[in-house]
């Protein structure tokens, strides 16, 4: 049976073996077009009020099992953004119920594989939305930007996106909303070769960042950078000595030891 909606199982820096969650048509639909993009530019950026609905087929369920079954010690149940946002898709809680379901019935090693939902948290601003988000075990939401120029620049947003003040507000209200399970902030940081354009990797947003991680509470942080090819020639990733330092600045502004902040 060709596979629809999985790929892998991969084994993931930050989740450990991974089976990955397509829920999005074949071509890239995002909300942003960010400089770093490693699946390419988006052609159409759509709008955060933009939904598909694309429900999943018996296929899904069968998949799944087909595929689990050789993997009792997988670590992840990953709705990725391999081809762009999910929350973009209606019928996120379809797949999740699925998931759920087949998870529940199987045998694992040790404990169940997390489901979790990577988010570029453009949609988290709308209570429907927020309302599906906070079942997954773990979300994972994009914050690479806390200043506005820093947002436009580096994820360049569709123009009816919320601003950069209003997104830090709805994961403030995600993280109340989902009190037992666990919500990771992820900061992608990169420098750039163009003069002109000022990356992500200023002071003015590095100190604005943690105050919004201050803010939002989450249980992780997470700081990476580019590890594939990005969508623009000028961005480049950020060494390991300067995710230390970003590391050290986020704990000495956050100055809370029940947030776990690591690099990758
Ligand atoms: S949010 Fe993710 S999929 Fe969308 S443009 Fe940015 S990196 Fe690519």
Redesign the pocket.
């Known amino acids: 049976m060709p596979r629809q909606y999985t790929y892998g199982p991969f084994r993931s820096r930050r989740l450990g073996l991974s089976l990955g969650i397509d829920i999005l048509p074949k071509n890239?639909l995002?909300?942003?077009?960010?400089v770093?993009?490693?699946?390419g530019p988006?052609k159409e950026v759509v709008s955060p009020e933009f939904r598909i609905k694309l429900p999943p087929t018996s296929d899904f369920r069968n998949e799944l099992k087909s595929i689990l079954k050789y993997v009792p010690h997988l670590k992840s149940l990953s709705f990725t953004?391999y081809?762009?946002?999910p929350t973009l898709n209606e019928n996120l809680l379809d797949f999740y119920s699925i998931i759920l379901d087949v998870r529940r019935d199987l045998k694992w090693t040790d404990e169940p594989p997390l489901i979790t939902l990577f988010t570029?948290s453009?949609t988290l601003y709308s209570s429907e939305v927020r309302e599906r988000v906070k079942h997954f075990d773990l979300v994972l939401a994009?914050l690479d930007a806390a200043t506005e120029n820093d947002f436009i620049s580096t994820?360049?947003p569709h123009k009816d996106n919320p601003d950069v003040k209003t997104i830090v507000e709805s994961l403030v209200k995600l993280r109340k909303d989902m009190p037992n399970k666990k919500l990771a902030i992820q900061c992608?940081i990169s420098k750039s070769y163009r003069e002109d354009f000022i990356s992500n990797d200023n002071k003015e947003n590095i100190k604005q960042l943690a105050y919004a991680i201050k803010k939002i509470k989450p249980d992780i942080v997470q700081l990476y950078s580019i590890a594939r090819i990005p969508?623009e020639y000028f961005v480049f990733a950020i060494d390991e000595k300067r995710k230390k330092q970003i590391v050290k600045t986020f704990k000495e502004i956050i100055n809370n030891d029940l947030i776990e902040i690591n690099y990758y």
């Open positions: 890239k995002c909300t942003y077009n960010c770093y993009c490693e699946i988006t953004g081809q762009g946002e570029n453009s994009k994820n360049r992608l969508s």
